[in-house]
């Protein structure tokens, strides 16, 4: 998959879980059921956001849902963090409305 080579991460071990489609910020792609949408947007993309003061990348800091850093919008549901939210088939994410 191209999109893999751009990511900030690379699954280390194959996955059991089944792929599924997502759509990031109007972008369909492939993730895997149950990682977090953190990781799955991190495998496409070298970021998750970015800073609403000086528009630095972000890509979460603790991954445990303590910093805030992570957060994205998913329609149906609203803010979410991207690192303790799991991917499930169709979810639908924007990066770009959790930085408003
Ligand atoms: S990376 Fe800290 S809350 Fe998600």
Redesign the pocket.
Known sequence: MSGERAGQVVRAAARRAPPVLVEIDGEPVEAFAGESV?VAVLAHRPALRRLEFGGEPRA???????????WVEIEGIGGA????TSVSAGLRISTKAAAR
């Open positions: 953190l979460g800091f603790c991954l445990m849902g303590a910093c805030q850093d992570c963090r991207a690192c303790t």
